[in-house]
């Protein structure tokens, strides 16, 4: 394989992965791109949808109501005629409002709040949440674009109430660029998850002894509040309360004859419904804003390579991961890399075997989209002088078929730079006897004398008692200070600051003996594993 001129084989497997990745409409890595990574981690790998996945009960409703009801608030200060608000988490801002009032909504920002960053911010946290909240309870599958901004203030106060009559909640839809039909239809798919809560709304849940009155028999998301409507055996508050005046969810869905009601009898015109308006509902942005496509899962992810200096060696982990790769247990995946610095390594690369494999399994929002995961390890010594420009791998299945490259199209995946990186194996999490926090050691080539090291990190913290919206990331920027633990070693210079354990994502910046300037940004901190330090 390796006598293989490597044009050939870049030209061959180039060609082969743009044929499979036109088959499968899989889009396709752009290296680094650490925005990407991110995004595709909180969708595809660790991101909120474990808080939903099971449906999960709270406060006697269910964590996706709470979600899906938050977004609707937020989003419901769109006007289809200025083309102002919709769903740009200026609900940060609104929640002490009478009409957004609930036990539900403030806790929704904090779940969502630990997976934002400066790029991925509360509003397309929130929209993500929706389309995992439905799906939790057993919903359809809504596809997710990225991109929104988050409102830096308090959008109007147009969320529709209960009390209010039929032509204002007409109105209300209308100018969040919703017709009758899908005024009736969104209250539907909304209203198949959770209920009214007695202690807010007094007047609507009149028996002291519930807490919620749920709108349907099934915490799942599914039509038997329609059903239950149709049937006329309803325990909607809002359609069978005690007091007509706040029967709206009687007065929208019989709006239309109960033509759209009676369709919804069936599953599937309900979830097909009920996917496409949500997604509309989450792609619902002030004019300005421009949503990504669709993301699906990258096929071929490369992990942020994570660097550490260890007597006289550079150990560099990193991992790839297949999407929908064959049961194949002969597949080997071989990692490749180059010198940056004089030749140590062998014309063809110095080359690691995988350390080990994981099956990605628990992501609900991988396996409705028909996708499993297989993450391949690596861990590589590199020698330290000669150090690395670029990496790459080759997957060979071992059953006769020509190896393939994942190379990046022929180019391979660069290291930018190797002057200035955070050390992944001397960063630590620090206990001490009043605190838990980060150290994080960036080494620096050379001596350091000429040298500076500044960090932003940002931290999307909120505060673990009484938490009080609106919520806004700290981002701090700090110079950090020579690490007198770790002491100048084989050409290199470490320095250390503090972060705490919620920081998302940090750029750093280094300036070595020369002057010249070396920058990271978006560098993905909650993708480091830190080693424990008792002090
Ligand atoms: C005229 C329109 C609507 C009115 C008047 C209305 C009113 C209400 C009220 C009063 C509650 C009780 C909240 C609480 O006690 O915490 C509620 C809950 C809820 N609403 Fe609506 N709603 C409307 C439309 C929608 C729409 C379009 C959606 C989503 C697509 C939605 C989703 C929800 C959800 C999921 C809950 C349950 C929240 C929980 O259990 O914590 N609603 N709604
Ligand atoms: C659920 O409701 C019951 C009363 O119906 C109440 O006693 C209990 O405290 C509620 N649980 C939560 C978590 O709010
Ligand atoms: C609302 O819009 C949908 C989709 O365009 C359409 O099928 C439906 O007939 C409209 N309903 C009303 C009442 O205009
Ligand atoms: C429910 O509680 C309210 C306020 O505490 C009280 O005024 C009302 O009489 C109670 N109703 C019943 C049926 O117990
Ligand atoms: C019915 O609801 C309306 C609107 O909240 C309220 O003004 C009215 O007092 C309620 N009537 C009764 C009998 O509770
Ligand atoms: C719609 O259905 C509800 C519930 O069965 C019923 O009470 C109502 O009269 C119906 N309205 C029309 C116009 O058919
Ligand atoms: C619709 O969904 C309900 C609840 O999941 C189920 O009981 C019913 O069999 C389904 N009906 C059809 C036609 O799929
Ligand atoms: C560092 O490497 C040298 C030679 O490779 C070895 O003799 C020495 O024991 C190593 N030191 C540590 C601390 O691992
Ligand atoms: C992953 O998906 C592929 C393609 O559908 C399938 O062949 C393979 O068996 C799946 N792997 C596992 C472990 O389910
Ligand atoms: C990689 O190898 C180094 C050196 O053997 C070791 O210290 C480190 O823990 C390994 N890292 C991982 C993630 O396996
Ligand atoms: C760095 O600065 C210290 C103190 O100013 C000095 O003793 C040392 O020689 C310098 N190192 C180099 C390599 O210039
Ligand atoms: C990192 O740098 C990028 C590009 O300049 C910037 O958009 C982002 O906000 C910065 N991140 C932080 C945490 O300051
Ligand atoms: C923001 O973070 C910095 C660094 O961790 C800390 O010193 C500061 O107190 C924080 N500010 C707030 C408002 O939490």
New binding site residues.
Partial sequence: MLSLNCRTLFFETTLFFSLVHWALGIPTYQWPDPRSRYIDKVLYEDGPDLLVSGCTPRFNSTISAQWLRVMFHDMSTHNVDDGTGGLDASINFELERPQNIGEGQTQSLVDFMPFTTTFFGLADTIAFGAALAVLGC?GPVIPFRAGRIDATSAGPATVPQPQEDLATHIESFRRQGFNITEMISLVACGHTLGGIRHADFPLIVTDNDTDVALFDT?K?F???VV?QYLQNTSQDVLVVGPNVTTRSDFRIFSSDGNVTMRSF????T?FDTCANLIERMINTVPNGVTLTDPIDPLQYLVYQPLLSYQNGTLIMTTALRLINASDNPSRTITLFWADRRGSFCPSTGCSVQTTGTQFLTTNIYLSAKGYNATKYLFNATINASTSISKFWFEINENDGSQPVAVDNGGSGFSIAQDSVFIDSLRSKTVFTSTDIFLKVVVAVRGDSNATSVAMTTFDPTTPLFNPTPPFLPNITVMNLELDESNPPEGGFTFFSGAATQQVTTVNYTGSVVGGTTFNVNDFDLKSVTFDLEFE
């Fill in positions: 057993g099934t799942n599914d039509n038997v059903s009898l069936n599953n599937e309900f």
